[in-house]
């Protein structure tokens, strides 16, 4: 068999034959053909092939630590949120009358209910403290100085949602505690000057809590906060990818670069102008301590 | 950071970069195991710590403790530290200008803090504020944590049976989650109550207060009690206006 032969029972979709490596030109199973052709026709029209091997195998720096993985767990989590809450939402009847026996029929009837339900309010928790402490480390790390300046505004507009969150599928359940920490909370926000009572009323859906409010409270929590979640997501995560992760600032590849910069100058001090005396060195020149010496050159 | 910075750390961020390791597999093998560890753990939480069916809503019935979730304990904690007593700790410190202060730093951090250095070592300022967020919070939750219980009895003198059955009514419906008379019940988020009557309020302020609280304090936070019998009012509105000058 030529490789002439090869080229008529598979031909490339581009014709160009001669440039492809040897593997390409090998026979292929039927299978395996079928899903290269498909992904060349999604490829071609959309890019989505070519740009998800560039998301995956482009460069971060190399020493990544642990505390970078806080943002993808948060991520996770929250798609953990939408998973239970979808589910959950198939049982649960947004109405004064029936919403609190809905909710004991999912925790005391509905198969796996109670650890569907758990999953969801211990998730919501573990959001909030997840989304903290990550958070937390873009701070301590000087993660949004430039030119990560709105990856940062765009992160804390994201924690306010999960907040919000928090706060609106709290009075879903239906109980005492919820229904007066909800009441309290949304008197709150009427104390609030100028636009305060304005937004308590949207709330609350009217001068007074009632049973609209609780259908209120569950369209703002399934639909509104969850589809601006999903937008900012995808916000802060175009403007990571497109920014890169921070290199932490304790690398030990900045501290070389450190070094090798300080020694540069040390031979640009040392250097002989024309004509003259190599420039002493300053007699008060200390190298500061916190860089190891040993490889200066 | 002036541009030569910005372009000094552009520099130096790509050859970070250009001497780094792909994305798939390194990053995306930690996310996973972290991602995936958190998952776990929050179904172990559901299966070892089921949530419970709470008590049916009843607005008639008010014998409750109104407590949000724990992560808004801190907030709830800032309305007791102000609490309208004097006009120093207005409320609207704690509902308003404290959160939302605090809302608009956390959002304009990056365009405060602009200098080059990301060591935290090096910023005295950021590590003494972060330290210092973390800690008030931390303690303002764990204050929140404490939940007041429910209250049985305030040793009061002279009560006449009328104020004796307001006491009654004061007790049952959970008036002590968020006010005190002689250190009995919550210190907030609503005033200390020991003294009231000498506030110099009519009978009659004490029922419309009952009964909707911002029409005579604007601003207050305090959920309406429509529901009581007529008798119930005048119980309790005796009760609250007598408390510091005839009920000690």
């Known amino acids: 068999m030529s490789t002439q032969d090869i080229e008529t029972q598979t031909p490339s979709p581009d014709g160009e034959g001669a440039a492809v490596g040897a593997e390409d030109i090998a026979p292929k199973g039927a299978m395996k053909g079928a899903i290269e052709k498909t992904g060349d026709y ?256 | 950071m002036n541009k030569g910075e910005q372009e000094a750390y552009k520099r130096d961020y790509a050859l970070a970069k250009a001497q780094g390791k792909p994305f798939f597999p390194y990053a995306v093998y930690k996310d996973l195991v972290v991602a995936t560890f958190a998952i776990g753990f929050v179904i172990f939480l559901a299966i070892w710590a089921p949530i419970p069916v709470g008590e049916p809503v009843n607005p008639a019935t008010t014998d409750f403790v109104p407590r949000p979730e724990w992560y808004f304990f801190f907030l709830f904690e800032l309305l007791k530290i102000f609490k309208n007593e004097n006009a120093l700790t207005p409320v609207i410190m704690a509902t308003f200008i404290v959160p939302n202060v605090l809302m608009v730093l956390l959002l304009i951090t990056p365009f405060i803090d602009r200098g080059p250095e990301r060591r935290i070592w090096r910023r005295p300022i950021a590590l003494t504020s972060g330290v210092m967020v973390i800690f008030f919070l931390g303690y303002l939750t764990h204050l929140g944590a404490e939940s007041p219980g429910a209250e049985t009895g305030i040793e009061l003198e002279n009560l006449t049976p009328e104020a004796e059955a307001g006491l009654e009514l004061y007790l049952a419906n959970g008036c002590t989650a968020c006010h005190a008379i002689k250190d009995v019940g919550a210190p907030g988020p609503g005033p200390n109550l020991t003294n009231e009557g000498e506030k110099g309020r009519t009978i009659q302020w004490q029922i419309d207060h009952l009964i909707d609280p911002r029409s005579t304090t604007p601003g207050s936070t305090m959920p309406a009690y429509p529901n009581f019998t007529d008798q119930e009012y005048q119980e309790l509105a005796v009760f609250l206006n007598g408390l510091g000058t005839e009920f000690r």
């Open chain 1, 42 to 297: 999604v490829d071609e029209r959309s890019g989505l092939v070519t740009g998800h091997k560039w998301f995956l195998f482009r460069n971060v720096p190399g020493e990544t630590s642990w505390f970078q993985t806080l943002g993808f767990t948060a991520m996770a989590l929250f798609g953990l949120q939408a998973i239970t809450g979808i589910v959950l939402a198939m049982y649960y009847k947004p109405d004064p009358n029936t919403a609190f026996q809905s909710i004991q029929f999912i925790t005391n009837d509905a198969t796996w209910g109670s650890l569907v339900r758990g999953m969801h309010r211990w998730g919501a928790s573990a959001m909030i403290v997840v989304v903290f402490l990550h958070m937390a480390r873009v701070f301590f790390w000087g993660a949004y100085k430039y030119p990560r300046e709105l990856t940062w505004v765009t992160g804390v507009i994201l924690m306010f949602m999960t907040m919000f969150m928090g706060l609106t599928g709290y009075l879903l359940v239906w109980d005492q505690k919820a229904y007066w920490a909800t009441v309290v909370a949304v008197n709150i926000t009427a104390s609030a000057p100028v636009l305060g009572p304005f937004v308590a009323d949207i709330l609350r859906a009217g001068p007074e809590f009632g049973p609209n409010t609780l259908s209120r409270f569950y369209a703002i929590h399934m639909l509104v906060i969850p589809g601006g979640i999903a937008t900012f997501i995808a916000l802060h995560l175009l403007l990571i990818t497109k920014l890169g992760i921070a290199e932490p600032p304790w690398a030990k590849r900045r501290f070389r670069a450190a070094r090798e910069e300080e020694a540069e100058r040390e031979r640009m001090r040392a250097r002989t102008p024309a004509g003259r005396e190599p420039v002493p060195a300053s007699p008060s020149f200390e190298p500061p301590q916190s860089w190891p010496s040993k490889d200066v050159s």
